[in-house]
């Protein structure tokens, strides 16, 4: 096993088959952001979202996916530009890993990164009851998204990473994010699913990082049209959007989604339309 990757398999427990898998995916999802890092990527992005949140602030979920922002608007933005920093930074851990572009949709450029799971299990010393009844042609993929026509009115702050070697990231003020993460549980539109991890997140925030940028918040609401630009977004609205997203939310099905990612699935017994409502009251505006 490389040395880079035994050091950072330390903060980890590894004892089940999701315990290995996670912490495959999140080394990789490190190493990823150091070549980023490596090819000023930060100089034009910032990193945000869950996968953020437990890398860079600790949340105690696992996260699948890795979300940036431009820092202003650029349509001709291309993430397949970092392909080669990327792929160079993984394979001298010895991740033979490529990078797929996907066809750009509106306003979002993204790529997935792909590996064989068997292979890259082995390479951080997971053991044959994990590996065992795996299929060999086995791929798991890691999407990366940019935004690349931001809204507005945020800051900006950077984070240090330790491993493989010292780095910094760029990522929006935790303000800021908490306004993306609720913008994701008023404005999220996946029909008959229910992001639970979108709920969980925004606990988190409740309990560690209450402070919310509400016109952000309006920002996005705005960009997404689900508020009309001359609206004012007022805490008293807030409120009312939050009551109605409580009211619609499947609570089972929330539960269902998040507990997968969790180290103590046991922290959303709790869950009910009456937790939501209480804990919503305890976000401070700034």
Known sequence: MN???????????????DDYRN????????????GLWRSRFFEKAVFYGGTALRILYGLDRFSEDMDFSLKAPDPSFRLEEYSD?????LSGLGFEIEMHARRKRAKIDSAFLKGNTLDHL?????????????HPDSIFKI???VDT?????????SRYLLRPIPFSVISYRLPDMFAGKLHAVL???????????????????????????LSHLAERMRQSED???????????????????????SIEQAKSDVRPFLLHPEAVDVWSKEFFMEVVGRIRII
């Open 3 to 17: 040395p880079a990757i035994h050091r950072m398999l330390d903060g980890y427990s590894l004892e089940t088959n």
């Open 23 to 34: 912490a495959l995916r999140e080394i990789i999802q490190q190493t990823a952001l150091f």
């Open 85 to 89: 920093y990327l792929c160079r930074e």
């Open 122 to 134: 082995l390479l951080v010393g997971a053991p044959e009851g994990v590996t065992g009844g795996l």
């Open 143 to 145: 999407r990366l998204e």
């Open 149 to 157: 026509d931001p809204p507005g009115g945020f800051l900006t702050e």
């Open 187 to 213: 404005c999220r539109k996946w029909k008959n699913r229910v992001k639970g991890r979108d709920w969980y997140d925004m606990v988190w925030y409740l309990s560690n990082h209450p402070e919310l940028h």
């Open 227 to 249: 508020i009309d630009r001359d609206v004012d977004l007022t805490p008293d609205l807030l409120k009312q959007y939050l009551t109605d997203a409580i009211a619609r939310l």
